[in-house]
């Protein structure tokens, strides 16, 4: 097993921000956040409030007081110890491995449509496999040329989501709006379907992330001071763009027509296309947003194979994932992944009939395991923090950011998100008038088999080399 490194410091607040952005921002979620119709900006509303404001402030507080390698890794570690650590950091990093096939697999989808309309789920497959080997060179190169992946992803996605906003609006104004925009249809009933809570999860994905960067705080020039400025600036520009670009497709498509793989392009070819320069500008917009497809694996790819990395130097993970390049970059946590995603990508794909069953097959799979780190950072939040309240009741100043309110006050928000992805993970595996799925649901419990296979040998061989 390689040592750990001296790790380069190359993060300032931009790289930090876009970072987030780049993570977080997703396109690919915006169609299915779009099928639930104009209650997703209800649901958009009150999750901000209720989850993703006090969430942002656990992982700020927690990154800008702990900034140490590995992020939610070592975030867990600090509360529960190195056992339930490395099942976490085994959990994030399998999570990545299940949603960068159904990622690339939106990607070929989109691809297929702009350039290749008769290509076969098998090519599509076939690109997506390529696609992930790309993403594990970009995960072994120094951080210093690999940053600006999510830095150039970043700011092509901000503009396909003002272009989308931009183009809603003067779409609405001359063609009129596809959906009704009331608070009769924005606030979830029978009657307008909002009480369907099939798509529900994908708006709690889409606000999870802006941890991320924490994974990489031995690499930030000042995370104590760039942290909560940028992770909060973000939070602002993810909501609001995801509400206004939402709208934009609901403006232009009636959401029991939007389609969960092609549902983007069809709203950038409405509001755009039409004419050879419309369409070539659609097409430009296209692949402006496949690029984007590719940051975004490459972004959660380097914070989960760091997490993966530093458990394994732990020697809670098989020493395969501990070896790093001599920038630090995490190659053998990179090279499990690509494999991994492979194998996944063609299996589920031999069961899927088309790409959009495909592509939520996976990403349901994944987020199964994606919300179960997110559930124990809430409660090792709680137990981190109860170490530090002192007899006033309150944390002493040390001129870091802090969760604000009473000790009782931030317990009850943390609780209270842990409970919201409880639930959500519940929808990704029962939906709600369909009954359970059942390829979701073994998938998840087969990963978690083997994260405690994982763990067992990992604990076993710590123990040996210790006595």
């Known amino acids: 097993m390689s040592e750990q490194h001296l790790h380069e410091k190359t993060l300032g607040k931009r790289d930090i921000f876009l970072f987030c952005i780049s993570a977080v921002l997703l396109l690919d979620t915006l169609a299915a956040g779009a099928v639930m119709g104009p209650t997703v900006i209800f649901w958009w509303v009150i999750l901000t409030i209720f989850f993703l404001v006090p969430f942002g402030a656990i992982s700020t507080e927690l990154g800008s007081a702990y900034p140490e ?7 867990v570690k600090r509360a529960y110890g190195q056992k339930m650590a490395s099942r976490i950091s085994w959990y994030y990093w399998s999570n990545v491995a299940v949603w960068v096939p159904a990622i690339f697999i939106l990607f070929a989808g989109v691809f297929s449509q702009i350039f290749m309309p008769d290509m076969s789920l098998t090519a599509q497959i076939t690109m997506g496999v390529i696609l992930i080997w790309v993403v594990v060179f970009v995960n072994i190169v120094a951080l210093n040329v690999g940053k600006w992946i999510p830095n150039i992803g970043a700011a092509i996605k901000l503009v396909i989501f003002a272009l989308l906003i931009i183009g809603g609006i003067l779409y609405g104004m001359e063609h009129g709006i596809a959906n009704e925009f009331t608070l009769a249809t924005m606030i979830p009933s029978t009657e307008n379907g909002g009480l369907s809570l099939q798509y529900l999860p994908a708006v709690v994905y889409g606000m999870l992330g802006f941890e991320l960067a924490s994974a990489s705080s031995a690499e930030m020039k ?10 909060f600036s973000s939070i602002a520009v993810v909501v609001g763009a995801y ?35 419309g369409d070539a500008f659609v097409v430009v917009l296209g692949v402006g947003a496949l690029y984007t497809f590719f940051s975004n694996g490459a972004t959660w790819a ?26 630090g970059t995490p190659v053998g946590a990179s090279i499990l992944l690509g494999i991994s995603a492979s194998v996944l990508l063609i299996l589920y794909g031999v069961m899927a009939g088309n790409n959009e069953d495909l592509f939520w097959s996976l990403f349901a799979f994944s987020g199964v395991i ?9 409660t090792a939040f709680v137990k981190i923090r109860e170490k530090h309240i002192g007899v006033n009741g309150k944390i002493a100043e040390d001129g870091t950011f802090r969760f604000p309110g009473s000790p009782n006050f931030v317990k009850a928000c943390a609780y209270l998100c842990a409970t919201i992805l409880m639930v959500t993970i519940t ?41």
């Open 69 to 75: 390698q590995g992020g939610i890794y070592a975030w």
């Open 222 to 231: 000042d995370p104590r001071k760039d942290l909560p400025k940028a992770v």
């Open 243 to 277: 509400i206004l670009a939402t709208t934009a497709i609901l403006i232009a498509q009636p959401a029991d027509k939007v389609d969960v793989v092609d549902g983007l392009m069809d709203t950038l070819g409405q509001f755009f296309g039409g004419s050879p320069l």
């Open 302 to 327: 380097m914070g989960a194979n760091r997490a993966a990395a530093e458990a394994a130097i732990d020697k809670e993970l098989p020493a395969l994932f501990a070896v790093e390049s001599k920038h």
């Open 370 to 378: 994606f919300m179960l780190p997110y559930v124990a950072v809430c």
């Open 427 to 467: 929808l990704f595996i029962y939906i709600p008038g369909e009954g359970v799925s059942w390829e979701v649901l073994w998938g998840a419990l087969g990963v978690i088999f083997i994260g405690e296979v994982v763990t067992y040998r990992g604990t076993k061989k710590m123990k040996a080399s210790t006595a």
